[in-house]
């Protein structure tokens, strides 16, 4: 019998500000709140106002709980959730 919780992957499509401590601000948040970095891909926009973040994670934790921390980030623009899997979302 296993004491691990089922974790869950987590895809979520981040538009920031041009600016380094926007993703410094992201990885920050997501250790804070006990998720695990799957992947990270960025891109900046073709006008280099911001930047597209593509962040995988994987928890056990409800997925709300990062969402609602990273919106709150001053760098955030705009987050999308991609994949959830097990839970209700509140958007």
Same mark, same amino acid.
């Given at each position: 019998?296993?004491?691990?919780?089922?974790?869950?992957?987590?895809?979520l499509?981040?538009h920031?500000?041009?600016?380094a401590?926007?993703?410094?601000?992201?990885?920050?948040?997501t250790?804070?709140?006990?998720?695990?970095?799957?992947?990270?891909?960025?891109?900046?926009?073709? &006008?280099?106002t911001?930047?597209l973040?593509?962040l995988?994670?994987?928890?056990d934790k409800?997925?709300?709980?990062?969402?609602?921390?990273?919106?709150?980030l001053? &760098?955030?623009? &705009?987050?999308?959730?991609?994949?959830?899997?097990?839970?209700?979302?509140?958007?």
């Amino acid at each position: 019998m296993s004491n691990a919780a089922k974790s869950h992957q987590h895809t979520l499509t981040i538009h920031t500000r041009h600016e380094a401590v926007a993703i410094e601000r992201l990885l920050q948040v997501t250790r804070y709140r006990g998720f695990t970095l799957a992947g990270l891909e960025l891109k900046p926009l073709a &006008d280099l106002t911001g930047l597209l973040i593509t962040l995988s994670v994987v928890s056990d934790k409800p997925i709300s709980l990062l969402v609602n921390q990273l919106n709150k980030l001053y &760098d955030v623009l &705009d987050l999308e959730l991609h994949q959830a899997e097990a839970g209700a979302l509140r958007a």
